[in-house]
């Protein structure tokens, strides 16, 4: 995506799917045709409730040992630690 996608742009914040809905909708794809690389609990459920497929995230500094739970709990399909192949 060339254009960066604004917050200001959504009324609600996360875990409410306004976001992930808006540039699902920007850039021509179906919700269910997207995946969504999270690493809050509440990007999961927003991802979630947008009808979208939520990635765990769980590579990042500030992960603590019990964010890969907490991710699974809120719908991550899978959860990973690191994004490289």
Known sequence: MAEPVQRQRSTRG???PDLFLHVAAKIG???ADCIVVEDAPAGVAAATAAG?????FVG???????LAPQLT??????VI?????
């Open 73 to 78: 709990a809120a719908g991550a399909r899978v």
């Open 60 to 66: 990042g500094r500030h992960a603590s040992p019990d």
């Open 52 to 56: 979208m497929t939520p990635i765990g």
């Open 14 to 16: 996360k875990p409410a």
């Open 29 to 31: 794809v179906l919700p």
């Open 81 to 85: 630690p690191d994004l490289r192949a």
